[in-house]
């Protein structure tokens, strides 16, 4: 077994008692709520390791630092995370876990007051756990524009017996009391991990993530979408999100059917409603309904994965160094941090289907298409006519006379 390998082990395993972090936070302010949320998962687009320290990545990009995914809730009070790895928990040994060279961190930045001049490029906490020397300890740092750094609270040194390897393989958990960032309303998260070893060290940035969770709202042209039994239609979409950013559209699936997160909605049938698309920026969609779908009203239900830039790093941060102070090496490394991140959200397509058309109303198309046109063929038509009607007369009363 190789040393990263055992050091994953004992690493993963010793997260779980970290859900003692909240021991040294504040307690609850009486009437401070954030907003509170369901479950939600990111999922992790990048799987790069950035070089943060140093100038090779030897001993580092191990497993227990790919990030796969987030999944992260609150109830207004306390902030829950739990990290997904590559990594799975198996053995443990302590001969690789306490080398002193070696260290592991788990994190989450936080913007909590969507303002892109404060902080660290817009992250104003740092809230992370880290392994070092066989010891683990969490902290949480409120971060400056000016470079500078406070210590809000800490659990230094830490220890729990190693955990069963079958209860929460390769998965890292953070909880954070909202008192302590003083329940932001709106905020943004960034979460991440960093491995390093001697003077080197890689780290690996999730996309930010909104506060409120948003959601994707779609409009069409038209905005009603009415079809007929045995027609097709194209449809052009526009595609938005709560957070005020529109229409750079990454992907668009049926749910349930390319994606398996998403099961399609109750009710719905392909083969009343077929759907296609024909592109997905900007939304192109193609609708036909056959002959034999019944009458009324569908909802096709879609899956969509928008771009838009991070609020939190829109903005370059505020460069001041303080007067015999110190500036913390992140404050330049935060420059590094992602400015753009993915939504990929549920959305649904409502299409109404009506009866074809009567002959009624075959002729009611035709006529205002070309009512006019022969409205004004025939006034000429009778107008001629009229005339050599008038001529014939006024020549055969010439005759007569």
């Known amino acids: 077994?190789?040393?990263?390998?055992?050091?994953?082990?004992?690493?993963?395993?010793?997260?779980?008692?970290?859900?003692?972090?909240?021991?040294?936070?504040?307690?609850?302010?009486a009437l401070g709520v954030s907003p509170s949320f369901e479950l939600q998962e990111l999922i992790n687009e990048n799987h790069n390791w950035v070089q943060t320290y140093g100038n090779t990545e030897s001993h580092l990009r191990s497993n227990y630092t790919?990030?796969?995914?987030?999944?992260?809730?609150?109830?207004?009070?306390?902030?829950?995370?739990?990290?997904?790895?590559?990594?799975?928990?198996?053995?443990?040994s302590l001969a690789v876990f306490n080398q002193p060279d070696r260290k592991v961190s788990y994190g989450m930045l936080i913007d909590a007051d969507s303002n892109t001049k404060t902080g660290y490029n817009g992250a104003d906490y740092d809230l992370y756990i880290?392994?070092?020397?066989?010891?683990?300890?969490?902290y949480l740092y409120q971060l400056s524009s000016t470079g500078g750094y406070r210590l809000i609270g800490s659990k230094i040194n830490f220890s729990q017996p190693v955990a069963d390897s079958d209860?929460?393989?390769?998965?890292?958990?953070?909880?954070?009391?909202?008192?302590?960032i003083?329940?932001?309303?709106?905020?943004?998260?960034?979460?991440?991990?960093?491995?390093?070893?001697?003077?080197?060290?890689?780290?690996?940035?999730?996309?930010?993530?909104n506060v409120p969770p948003p959601s994707l709202h779609m409009t069409t042209s038209p905005n009603n979408i009415t079809i007929r039994q045995g027609e097709?239609?194209?449809?052009?979409?526009r595609i938005k999100s709560t957070t005020g950013?529109?229409?750079?559209?990454?992907?668009?699936?049926?749910?349930?059917?390319?994606?398996?997160?998403?099961?399609?909605?109750?009710?719905?049938?392909?083969?009343?409603?077929?759907?296609?698309?024909?592109?997905?920026?900007?939304?192109?969609?193609?609708?036909?309904?056959?002959?034999?779908?019944?009458?009324?009203?569908?909802?096709?239900?879609?899956?969509?994965?928008?771009?838009?830039?991070?609020?939190?790093?829109?903005?370059?941060?505020?460069?001041i160094s303080p007067r015999g102070g110190f500036i913390d090496p992140e404050f330049e490394l935060s420059k590094k941090y992602p400015t753009v991140g993915y939504i990929t959200k549920p959305i649904s397509l409502t299409v109404t289907v009506i009866a074809p058309k009567s002959i009624a109303d075959l002729f009611k198309d035709f006529w205002g298409t070309y009512g006019q046109f022969?409205?004004?063929?025939?006034?000429?038509?009778?107008?001629?006519?009229?005339?050599?009607?008038?001529d014939r007369r006024k020549k055969k009363h010439e005759y007569a006379e």
């Open 182 to 209: 003083n329940y932001p309303s709106d905020y943004n998260l960034l979460f991440y991990s960093a491995e390093s070893y001697k003077s080197n060290e890689v780290r690996q940035f999730t996309s930010w993530v």
């Open 245 to 319: 950013f529109s229409n750079d559209v990454i992907n668009i699936t049926l749910a349930g059917n390319f994606n398996k997160n998403y099961e399609s909605e109750s009710g719905f049938n392909s083969s009343e409603v077929h759907f296609a698309i024909q592109r997905n920026q900007p939304p192109l969609f193609k609708l036909s309904v056959p002959s034999q779908t019944p009458l009324g009203i569908y909802s096709v239900p879609l899956v969509a994965t928008i771009r838009e830039p991070s609020i939190a790093t829109i903005t370059k941060p505020i460069s």
């Open 66 to 92: 790919d990030i796969k995914a987030v999944d992260y809730i609150s109830d207004g009070k306390t902030l829950n995370a739990t990290i997904w790895l590559a990594a799975g928990l198996r053995n443990s």
């Open 167 to 180: 209860v929460i393989p390769g998965s890292v958990h953070l909880s954070l009391g909202l008192d302590d």
């Open 232 to 237: 097709e239609q194209l449809v052009p979409a």
């Open 1 to 29: 077994m190789s040393k990263e390998t055992i050091f994953t082990d004992l690493a993963v395993a010793s997260i779980i008692p970290l859900l003692v972090l909240l021991a040294f936070l504040n307690p609850l302010q």
């Open 374 to 390: 022969i409205g004004i063929f025939a006034g000429a038509f009778i107008g001629a006519f009229a005339k050599v009607l008038f």
């Open 130 to 138: 880290e392994f070092i020397g066989g010891k683990l300890s969490g």
